[in-house]
C-alpha cells in the first residue's frame, strides 16, 4: 500500500529564511509532515532522475530561463526584477533546447488570442503546428453526452478532442507544445496523450478574463462563497 502523504507546504508557517527547503542540505525547519525533512530518501531517489542528460539538460535550460526572467541579479541587496513576459519567456525556452517545430493546441474560445501567438511564434523563426480542439467533429454524444448536458441544448456540439489535438502534433512531430485555453481536464487528456512536453501559455477562465487568481485573490471578500462548502 502507498505511504499516506502528509505534506502540506502550503500551510507552512516557518519564516523563509529558515525553512528546510531554503536552505543548503535541507538543514533547516519545517512544520509537521515537512517533505524534505520527512522524504530524503524520495529526494535521493529523484535526484538520479535529474542524472539522466535528457532530463538534466531540459531542467538545466529552464532554471537558466528563469534566472534570466530578472534584471540586475548581482546587485545587493537583491530586489525581485522581473522583466519577461510568459509568451518570451516561451520562445527563449525553446531556443535554449533547440526546438524548432512547436505544437499550438488552443480552444476554440481562443481563437483569437491563438492567431496572436501564431504570429509571434512564426516572427520568432518557429514552425508551428496549430489544432484547434474541435478538430475531428466528433459528436459530444459518442462520448454519451446527453442533450441537457451540452453548451446550446438542441444544436450540434463536436466535443473537444484533446487526444486528436495531441496525436497531430505527435503525428508532425513537434518538439515541444504549448497549450492555450484549454479547459479543465481536457487540458489533463492532453498532457497524457502529448509526446512532446508541454507547456501552459495561458488557462482558460470564462468569468475573470482568463485570471483563475482573480476569484481566488479574493475570495476572502467577493467571492467568499468559495470557501463554502458546493459555493
Ligand atoms: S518543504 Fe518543509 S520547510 Fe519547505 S515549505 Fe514545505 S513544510 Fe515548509
Known amino acids: 500500500m502507498k505511504e499516506k502523504t ?38 535521493a531517489e529523484v535526484r538520479t532522475e535529474y542524472a539522466k542528460e535528457d532530463i538534466r539538460e531540459f531542467a538545466r535550460q529552464a532554471s537558466i ?66 489544432v484547434m480542439c474541435k478538430v475531428g467533429s466528433v459528436p459530444k454524444e459518442e462520448i454519451g453526452i ?8 438542441g444544436n450540434y456540439e463536436a466535443m473537444c478532442n484533446p487526444i486528436l489535438q495531441a496525436r497531430i502534433m505527435n503525428d508532425a512531430g513537434t518538439q515541444f507544445n504549448i497549450a492555450l485555453g484549454l479547459c479543465v481536464g481536457h487540458d489533463s487528456l492532453f498532457f497524457r496523450y502529448a509526446d512532446a512536453p508541454t507547456t501552459v501559455l495561458a488557462v482558460k477562465d470564462r468569468v475573470s ?13 467577493y467571492y467568499s462563497r468559495l470557501r463554502q462548502k458546493g459555493f
Open 65 to 130: 530561463q528563469e534566472g534570466e526572467c530578472y534584471a540586475y541579479r548581482d546587485q545587493k541587496p537583491f530586489r525581485l526584477h522581473p522583466t519577461k513576459p510568459r509568451i518570451q519567456e516561451i520562445c527563449e525556452f525553446a531556443h535554449k533546447m533547440g526546438y524548432t517545430r512547436l505544437g499550438l493546441a488552443y480552444c476554440i474560445g481562443m481563437t483569437t488570442e491563438a492567431g496572436l501567438v501564431l504570429q509571434i511564434l512564426e516572427a520568432q523563426g518557429f514552425d508551428v503546428v496549430s
Open 6 to 43: 502528509n505534506a502540506r507546504c502550503a500551510q507552512c508557517t516557518v519564516p523563509r529564511n529558515e525553512k528546510s527547503c531554503l536552505n543548503p542540505q535541507g538543514k533547516g525547519k519545517g512544520v509537521r509532515g515537512c517533505p524534505t525533512l520527512n522524504k530524503r530518501a524520495l529526494a
Open 146 to 153: 446527453r442533450e441537457t448536458e451540452k453548451i446550446r441544448i
Open 209 to 221: 478574463g482568463h485570471n483563475p487568481l482573480g476569484p481566488v485573490y479574493t475570495s476572502g471578500s
